[in-house]
């Protein structure tokens, strides 16, 4: 596994989240991302949108936890890239359109992407998402705030969130702190840092009162990077990934990409990127 | 607050009740999650599972409009089972007091009732006096005469088992919190009291606070850090908009507005300073003539000489007979009473109780001037959905007002620290919105062009305005590139010394104001907000330095230096001292204090109760050895023992036993006006709050459009709320699509139960109806409420659903949806007529 010495990262603590959103305008406002159009609720609770989209990069997701028909709880998630340590997005993009950077934040670069969405069947999270409605679309997804980060400035989110439940800081040191919450609150926290290992590890540290699996997270991944670190980074793919893949047409997507027929089929897509 | 934001971080349990913290002040749950992180446990009470509710150890759901017998119950509690801070009560608070043996309670009334009249005779409330004319005492709490045994029995019906068939919290869930609280009786021990709108919007909003404020003082909470009673105000500068009188009832200060019956300043004067016959009371309201007369000074200066109009131009004040409160001027409005109607910076066609009546009187006037970041619902009420624009004669002026980056000016928070900010940009800059304007740049225009036409014609008494004195460096014109000086604003609020008719330099703090017209003050509370600058203030490079043609001024509110980088407090903190009271972090009324009754934080001798994070202690050795209180400014520097520590009553102890109040000097338990109880109380034979104004039972004009529900149509109780991602009546949240996208739509949350019951699904669209109007929206089916499980007064299991609709909504902006408060009614508490907006019944059906 790679050093995380100097990486940076978000330790995200749904104990703390009263489920504000004021992370999610922040994000829209640094990045300057146009709303989205949406009617009463996109799903449980007071969530909206529906799901992340090249419009919005991080989303408050809402629980209900009930237990033999009564209301326990009520938690709140902070939906967004996780930053990985080997980053399966990456290495599925063939031109290198996505890279993660010695700081930790995976970053897109518009300039390169061909728009033919690997990376979105490659990352175990479901977060880069395509820009359906554009007529020269690009993948966008969350970049950590890079620009902000490099510039000596706090992530947007972690900078409106008053609760103190997004601490930024270097992973290490994180892990530390979320290591001790977890002891000191045995009956706070379920018992797991999300982040910790999965797939090699992420860059987002999560711990909850519940299982991120309760929101839609996928359990059980391995401890292992999807991405081995090959180039080209296809074979890292599983196969039911490749079909879709060929399914789609990769060449013709990319000859395609320029012209108006796209941005026609888009609009019927609507946002439901 | 009576303590501070940051200070909340220092409870040992808090209770956030009638407000959802989590939702409508985020900010504060920074210092909740500080408090928990060192072993603080949090209650939540509400109707619903909130946002705040989330993040608690217990919550207690409670029916609205049922914060008494939760409380109530919880004080029983404490005085059953000796969970009181005794030496406290005894010291600090009224609790020892002697009433007059005539006072009673019987089924529901005090003494003194008078039906015909709706009110009471106060006659018995009061106090036993000895010979001095001081109330008699019994320090040992036992005499039954006592206030202390008055509120043991008044409060020993409000059993568990009460509480519960009321509220509709579980016996266990209520004795587990009550356990819990009155944990904080213990003297090392400190709890916090967090409140808001659902605490106040009530017919017995008042009672509800003092309901909280007598647990915190039999708990011995106040004047501690981590305690206190704390109103988190829903507007970053309500608190600076309550000190400056935007009530009707009080000016600048919270002095009286004068009655008819205040012929002239001698007896206003008389009529409002308390007076006392005991030493050790330092009664400061007995400097109530200095407060007056300065502010008099500073509003007609030279015209105000001590023998014009009253003495100190007194009688050019408007004096006001009766009620003049929101529900009342729009009564008025509607009964045609006046023509004309300024309107800023609120939106009541939205967030007005019964807006269907209140749009219907905005018809009635002749003119209206809405100055507003938005064409609010408010300004564009002639075009609401329901109604023919062309059968409506008023004429409607829209000012276009600047935001709050687009100003200069002071901020006072709910910790009541008042915080200077600066415009972001200026008019005329490259950026700025249209013509519009600060708030300060119209009322001088508003007050230049209104000047000029009393110039040309005085009327019947052009004096008031004519003499006003008005000067904010803008000359006589109108002119819309000079903005006013906000510099000279603060000045004037702060007040000066007259020499020879002329301003002669800030006075430093309200103990220098004078009533014989030589000091000048806008609020007695500010005075030592704004003052000359001295070596003392600190740095001229420091933010808070202020050179202009008037001299060298330290802006206090501008202060920013964290108390993290003062050593001198560093070691003081090193020593015991709380943290967070930032003295040198803006500036804070009254005196900068930061913590108000905190010489209640300490024994007779000075040692402070809470020896980790104490506020103020004795200190023998500083002053030369005469000794004095270090830490936070104490309220009054006398020797510990040597006065009482509430100096605002004239008694100097708090008031367990209120006389003041109309509905009775302890909060008993009435019904919301709509009870789904019916006219029954399982209390008592009185259902609903006896005094409360009755605009619903009264004259033809006042009963229209005003009808009050009963439980047999509307068997559903409803409650109104805000939503973190709308701001009030919703202008300026509902024209931000970021915002809308968030919370596109009006809904109401409706439980899982009667969702099923009336057939609707979540997402569905529901039909709220109460005896006002209704509305249509999305139902929101959650578990986050659950019907309650009552009984009634005749002992019989009842079970009532309560549903819950934010009140943000109007016709206009992006966000669009019915208005909530077309379901509300106009209906207020007894002692403010603030609208009963918590509590009303409705039904509900698939739309
Ligand atoms: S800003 Fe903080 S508290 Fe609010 S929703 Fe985001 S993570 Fe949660
Ligand atoms: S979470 Fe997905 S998009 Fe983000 S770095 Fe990992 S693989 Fe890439
Ligand atoms: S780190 Fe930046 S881009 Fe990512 S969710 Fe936060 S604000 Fe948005």
Known sequence: ?273 | MTNHWIDIQHSDVIIIIGSNAAENHTISMKYVNMAREKGAKLISIDPRFTRSSALSDVYAPMRSGTDIVMIGGIINYALQNNRVHKDYIANSTNGSFLINPGFGFKDGLFTGYNEAKRKYDKKTWGYQLDARGNPKQDKTLKDPNCVYQIMKRHYSRYTPEMVSGITGCPVETFKEIAELYTSTSAPDRVGTIMYAMGTTQHTVGTQNIRSYAMLQLLMGNVGKSGGGINALRGESNVQGSTDMCLLFHILPGYLKTPQPKDVDLAAYIKHYTPKTNDPKSANWWGNYSKYITSLLKAWWGEHAQKDTAGGFAFNYLPKREGWMDHITLFEQMYAGQFEGFLIWGQNPAVGGPNVRKERKALEKLKWLVVADLWETETAAFWKAPDVNPTKINTEVFLLPAASSMEKEGSVTNSGRWAQWRYASIQPGDAGWHGDARPDLWIVDAMFKSLKAEYKKDPGKFGDPILHLNWDYGTGDKVDPHREPDVHKVAREINGYYIKNGKPAGQCISFGKLKDDGSTASGNWLMCGGYVNWSSKEGKRSDTHYVKNEAGEFSNRYARRINEKDEPKVQKLIAAGRTTGLNLNWSWCWPVNRRIIYNRASVDLKGRPFDKDKWVIRWNPNLKGGKGAFEGDVPDGGWAPGTKYPFIMLPEGHARLFAKGLRDGPIPEHYEPVESPFGNENPLSGQAVNPVILQYYKGTKVQRELNPIGKNDKYPIVATTYRLSEHWQAGAMTRNQPWLAELMPDMFAEISRELAEKIGVKNGQKVKVTTARGSVTCYALVTARFRPFDLVDKNGKKIVVHQIGLPWHYGFQGIATGDAANILTSHVGDANTNIPEFKAFLCNVVKA
């Open chain 1, 1 to 273: 596994m790679k050093t995380t010495i100097n990486q940076k990262g978000f330790l995200i603590d749904g104990t703390k989240c009263i489920g504000c959103r004021a992370c999610q305008i922040a994000c829209k406002q640094w990045n300057e991302l146009p709303a989205e159009k949406t009617e009463f609720f996109g799903g449980d609770g007071y969530q909206n949108p529906a799901d992340l989209s090249s419009k919005t990069y991080t989303l408050i997701k809402y629980r209900e936890v009930i237990k033999k028909d009564k209301l326990v709880d009520w938690v709140f998630h902070k939906d967004q890239c996780q930053h990985c340590l080997e980053p399966a997005c990456v290495s599925a993009c063939i031109v290198g359109a996505l890279q993660k950077t010695a700081a930790g934040p995976v970053v897109w670069e518009d300039r390169r992407c061909i728009g033919c969405r690997y990376c979105m069947l490659a990352c175990p999270y479901n977060i880069p998402k395509f820009e359906w409605y554009s007529i020269n679309p690009d993948i966008k997804k969350c970049t950590l705030c890079s620009d902000r980060i490099e510039n000596g400035l706090p992530p947007a989110c972690a900078k409106a969130c008053s609760t103190g439940a997004i601490t930024y800081g270097s992973r290490d040191e994180l892990l530390k702190e979320a290591k001790k919450r977890l002891k000191s609150g045995p009956d706070t926290y379920y018992q797991h840092i999300y982040g910790e290992d999965e797939v090699g590890g992420t860059c987002v540290l999560n711990i909850s009162s519940i299982p991120l699996e309760e929101f839609g997270y996928p359990g059980n991944l391995p401890k292992e990077s999807l991405s081995t670190t090959t180039d080209p980074a296809m074979k890292s793919i599983p196969g039911v990934v490749i079909g879709l893949g060929a399914a789609l047409g990769i060449t013709a997507f990319i000859v395609n990409k320029h012209k108006k027929q796209l941005s026609e089929e888009s609009q019927s897509q609507g946002d439901q990127s």
